[in-house]
C-alpha cells in the first residue's frame, strides 16, 4: 500500500513538472474566446505568465481558472481548436466572467492519455481527446470503437444525446471524470491511390494504414483484407513511398493533411466517426458553487451542438478542396449494408475489452436494432 501511494504521489508531481515545463516553453496558452462565425477564430496566443500559472495552485478570490489541453493545432479551420474556443466563450459568458479559460493546444502539456491522468489527478481542470486515448482508464467508451455502430451522423447523435447519463455514470465510476460534451469531427472515410472502391471485391489486396486500434484491425481484417498499423507521424510517407496504398480519416484531416499529393480515390465507408469527450473531473465539479457547475455543463452542450455545424460545414469545403486537387469520390459502397454486417460481427470478441455488454446493448435499443452476438 506504501508503495502504492508512493507510486501515486510521484505520479502528480511528475505532471506538475511536466505542466511547468510546458509553461516554460515557447508556445503560450491560446486565451482568445471562441467567435460567432468560424473565420472569426483567433490564433492571438495570450501572455506567457498565464501559461506559467498551469503550474500554480489556483488563485484565491472569485474567479475560477480551468486549465484546458487538447492536442490538435491551434487553427482557426481546426473542429478540435474550434471547439475548446467555443466552449471557452460560452463557460465564461454563462458564469458572468467567473470562470476564466486558458487552453493549451497542440499537445502543450502532454499527450491526450496524459491529459486525462493530469485531470483525474486534478493537476489541469479540463481536456477534450480522442475517444480512444480514453478508454485506456474508462473502458466503457469504448462502446464508441465498436465498428459501424451508426451509419449516420443522425444515429449518432441520437446515441449521444440519449446515451448521456448512463455513459457520464459509468465514467465517474471507472475513472473519476465526467464527459460535459461529445464532440466530432466526421466519419472517417477511405481513401487509396490505386483504383476506385465500389464494393468488398474492389477492396481486396490493396494495403491500407489504420491506428494501432485492434477494433479498427478487426474491422479490416472482417472485410478480407490484412490492415498495416503505422503512426500517424509515418503515415504521409508511407503513402508516399507506396509502403500502403491507402489509409481511413474524415476529410477534413485528408484535406489538412494534403492526402490528395498521394492519394487518389476516396470511398465514403461510415465505420467509425471521429468522436471525442471533454472531460472534467467529478469531484472537482461538484466542487463547484451550483451556478458555476451548471454554467460549464450548459457550456459543453452547447459547444458541442455548435461544433456539428461547424464540422459539416468544414467537411463540405474539405470534399470541395479533395476533388478539386484531383481526387475521385465514389461515394458510399454500393454494398455498404455487407461492410456493415462484416464488422458488426467482430463486436463479441472485444465485448471483454470495454467493460461489458451493458453500454452498447443501451445504444442498439436506442437505434432500435439487435445486439451483435456470438
Given amino acids: 500500500m506504501r508503495t502504492k501511494t508512493l507510486a501515486t504521489t510521484l505520479g502528480v508531481l511528475a505532471a506538475i513538472l511536466t505542466l511547468a515545463a510546458a509553461a516554460a516553453c515557447s508556445q503560450p496558452a491560446v486565451s482568445t474566446p471562441a467567435p460567432t462565425k468560424p473565420a472569426e477564430a483567433s490564433k492571438t496566443a495570450a501572455p506567457a505568465d498565464k501559461a506559467a500559472s498551469a503550474a500554480q495552485?489556483?488563485?484565491?478570490g472569485n474567479k475560477i481558472t480551468m486549465r484546458y489541453t487538447h492536442g490538435a493545432a491551434p487553427a482557426a479551420d481546426d473542429p478540435h481548436h474550434w471547439f475548446s474556443l467555443k466552449f471557452k466563450e460560452l463557460v465564461e459568458k454563462y458564469s458572468n466572467g467567473q470562470v476564466e479559460v486558458q487552453i493549451f493546444p497542440a499537445g502543450q502539456l502532454g499527450s491526450e492519455q496524459r491529459a486525462v491522468q493530469d485531470v483525474q489527478a486534478g493537476v489541469i481542470?479540463?481536456?477534450s481527446l480522442a475517444v480512444n486515448?480514453?478508454?485506456?482508464?474508462?473502458?466503457s467508451v469504448g462502446l464508441y470503437d465498436l465498428p459501424y455502430m451508426f451509419k449516420s451522423r443522425q444515429e449518432a447523435y441520437k446515441v449521444f444525446d440519449?446515451?448521456?447519463d448512463d455513459l457520464n455514470q459509468k465514467m465517474i465510476d471507472q475513472g473519476g471524470l465526467r464527459s460535459i460534451a461529445w464532440f466530432e469531427q466526421g466519419f472517417r472515410v477511405l481513401t487509396n491511390s490505386k483504383r476506385e472502391v465500389k464494393t468488398l471485391n474492389d477492396l481486396q489486396g490493396l494495403k491500407?494504414?489504420?491506428p494501432a486500434n485492434p477494433l479498427q484491425i478487426g474491422a479490416f481484417k472482417s472485410w478480407g483484407v490484412d490492415p498495416v498499423p503505422i503512426a500517424w507521424d509515418e503515415t504521409f510517407n508511407a503513402l508516399q513511398q507506396k509502403v500502403v496504398d491507402g489509409q481511413e480519416n474524415p476529410h477534413v484531416t485528408n484535406a489538412s493533411s494534403k492526402f490528395y499529393e498521394v492519394q487518389k480515390y476516396i470511398t465514403e465507408i461510415h465505420y467509425k466517426m471521429w468522436i471525442g469527450p471533454l472531460v472534467v473531473q467529478e469531484k472537482w465539479l461538484q466542487s463547484q458553487k451550483p451556478e458555476i457547475r451548471d454554467a460549464i455543463i450548459k457550456a459543453g452542450r452547447e459547444a458541442a451542438i455548435a461544433e456539428r455545424e461547424f464540422v459539416q460545414e468544414l467537411e463540405t469545403k474539405a470534399v470541395k478542396t479533395l476533388t478539386d486537387?484531383?481526387?475521385i469520390n465514389s461515394g458510399p459502397p454500393t454494398d455498404e449494408d455487407e461492410w456493415q454486417k462484416r464488422a458488426?460481427?467482430?463486436?463479441p470478441d472485444f465485448y471483454k475489452d470495454i467493460g461489458g455488454t451493458e453500454m452498447p446493448e443501451k445504444a442498439m435499443k436506442i437505434l432500435g436494432k439487435e445486439l451483435p452476438k456470438k
Avoid: D, Y
Wanted: aromatic share 8%; proline share 11%.
Fill in 125 to 127: 481542470e479540463i481536456a
Fill in 162 to 164: 440519449g446515451l448521456s
Fill in 133 to 139: 486515448n480514453a478508454t485506456v482508464f474508462i473502458p
Fill in 325 to 327: 486537387k484531383g481526387m
Fill in 208 to 210: 491500407i494504414r489504420v
Fill in 57 to 60: 495552485p489556483q488563485p484565491a
Fill in 344 to 347: 458488426m460481427s467482430i463486436w
